[in-house]
């Protein structure tokens, strides 16, 4: 199955996250702007769709609350900034496959990305 993988991280000026290095070839954003343009282009229904999301703070993560219609379509995986209870709050909002905190063995995150991507399509049955 084909898929595609968005990363939105924003631009901090500091190094990305080294476990980013195990994912398959994805595209990584790192303005809203862009990321709503990615999410908003029409892409085949075949494709599994993943966005990963990395906001710096529990304001970035706000804004991505703030246009939750373009998520309707993906996998949304989140890597939280920290685990208070109005982080986890913004964050279900955006009904993520899954969630981590920052800092709290980030090669999960990488191994479920790469399991989402490499398990085969289920076939439908009618019954």
């Known amino acids: 199955m084909n898929s595609r993988l968005l990363t939105y991280v924003p631009d901090t000026g500091e190094r990305d996250p080294e476990w980013l290095n195990l994912l398959p070839p994805h595209t990584i954003l ?3 702007e862009n990321l709503k343009n990615a999410l908003t282009l029409p892409t085949d229904y075949r494709e599994l769709q993943i966005v990963l999301l990395l906001p710096l703070d529990v304001e970035d993560l ?3 609350t703030s246009v939750p219609d ?3 379509f993906w996998r949304v995986l989140i890597e939280l900034p920290d685990e208070s209870r109005e982080t986890l709050h913004l964050a279900q909002t955006l009904t993520p496959r899954y969630f981590s905190v920052r800092g709290v063995c980030p090669e ?3 191994e479920i990305i790469l399991k ?3 398990a085969p399509k289920e076939p439908r ?3």
């Open 30 to 32: 790192r303005t809203l």
């Open 62 to 64: 706000r804004k991505l």
């Open 70 to 72: 373009c998520f309707k």
């Open 108 to 110: 999960f995150m990488a």
């Open 116 to 118: 989402m991507v490499s």
């Open 125 to 127: 049955t009618t019954i």
